[in-house]
């Protein structure tokens, strides 16, 4: 589960060396289910570990640089019109 949280990988191309995705991702919905006080074991581990959550991967990168560059060409586009 965290190979996939790190890297952003499918549940479909995990590494062979790992069991089979269904498997793990049957351990992950099951771990992953709130309890009375609205937190999940996976989310207790994952605190009691230090783990500070997935890292950013190069697609996620690129996709953030895209959205801010077409968020600041619609924000100069609309400076201009209001100008006008």
Not at 32 to 41: C, G, L, N, R, T
Request: proline fraction near 5%.
């Amino acid at each position: 589960m965290l190979y996939v949280l790190r890297t952003g990988c499918q549940w479909r191309f995990l590494p062979s060396e790992f069991p089979k995705w269904q498997t793990v991702y049957a351990y992950f919905a099951k771990w992953s289910k709130p309890d009375e006080h609205d937190i999940s074991v996976l989310e207790r581990a994952l605190k009691k570990s230090g783990w500070r959550g997935p890292r950013e991967t190069g697609a996620q990168r690129h996709a953030h640089t895209i959205d801010c560059g077409r968020a600041e060409r619609e924000e100069h586009g609309h400076s201009r019109e209001q100008g006008l």
